[in-house]
């Protein structure tokens, strides 16, 4: 879930919108365990109704057994409590708290057995990747925005909106519908900095809060990726499953609909994403 931090999609959007890193950390905690309170819900509602289609599980395990079993686990909790930890206590900055994350990465995997060259490469060599993909998509994006800011367009586009008197909730509807129609053909790195340059601008006429914004983008963002052809979790879905793709967007339905819900609740609820920030000095 990529409301919970750390998330690339909401770092992108920080370096794009000039919104606090740390601060959209810290709102997409409460939203994210929002949804995933309606995901367990849901899951639990369907169990509840479908029994004879739950996976059966012939043995039961103890509560010490289900302890050991998750012990994996620990280790990569601390890390991001680390990572986390060092940016909210005012130790680290997101750059450097990064710096944290591979150098606790590396002892983990040292400690586990797993570190060895061809490992170290081949992670090194992922990261350079992905890296110089949101590079050279940011580069673009920027090169975007200052054209489209020599034409006027972003300035254009916000007095075109304003002058067709939308609320700001049937603002974020239109761009829910946009957003959710955009993540047919893109990715959501891409949707991110690809939008920023002419959205932010009339958001920002609305008078909406860019943190605010930038959980609901992360939101929106998510949404697409389970809209097909191009939805991203509907491939890993059908290759950790081998099901059709039109039979796992189905089965997903409910999951947007519930992610459709969380936007209504945020929108009507906006301290759910303000509250923890307002709490910390960030």
């Excluded at 606090?20 to 509602?45: D, H, N, R, T």
């Excluded at 050991?68 to 991001?80: A, D, N």
């Excluded at 990261?127 to 300035?155: D, E, H, K, Q, V």
């Excluded at 793709?245 to 759910?272: D, N, R």
């Amino acid at each position: 879930m990529v409301l919970i931090p750390p998330s690339i999609i909401m770092i992108v959007y920080g370096v794009t919108a000039d919104v606090s890193i740390a601060k959209l950390f810290i709102a997409g905690v409460l939203p994210g365990l929002m949804l995933a309170g309606l995901f367990s819900g849901y899951i639990i509602y369907w169990a509840l109704r479908y029994p004879e289609q739950v996976p059966a599980n012939d043995r039961q395990y103890t509560f010490m057994e289900k302890v050991r079993e998750s012990g994996s686990l620990i280790p990569v909790v601390c890390l991001i409590v680390a990572v986390l930890g060092s940016i909210y206590a005012g130790f680290a900055t997101a750059t450097e708290a990064a710096a944290v994350g591979v150098v606790g990465a590396m002892v983990l995997s040292a400690v586990q057995g797993s570190l060895n060259w061809s490992s170290f490469k081949e992670s090194l060599m992922g990261a350079t990747r992905l890296y110089c993909m949101i590079a050279l998509i940011l580069a673009g994006a920027s090169f975007l925005t200052l054209s489209m800011g020599y034409i006027g367009l972003p300035r254009h586009l916000a007095e075109w909106i304003a002058t067709l008197g939308l609320s700001q909730f049937e603002l974020i509807l239109a761009l829910t519908v946009f957003y959710v129609v955009l993540g047919c053909f893109l990715d959501g790195i891409s949707m991110v900095v690809l939008t920023m340059g002419v959205i932010m601008p009339t958001v920002q006429k609305a008078g909406i809060d860019p943190l605010w914004f930038g959980i609901f983008i992360v939101l929106v963002v998510e949404m697409a990726q389970i809209t097909p052809p191009v939805g991203f979790n509907l491939f890993v879905l059908q290759g950790m499953t081998g099901r059709d793709l039109l039979w796992i967007a189905k089965a997903t339905l409910p999951m947007f609909f519930l992610m459709v819900v969380a936007v209504l609740l945020i929108y009507f609820f906006p301290g759910i994403v303000t509250w923890m920030p307002q709490q910390m000095k960030l």
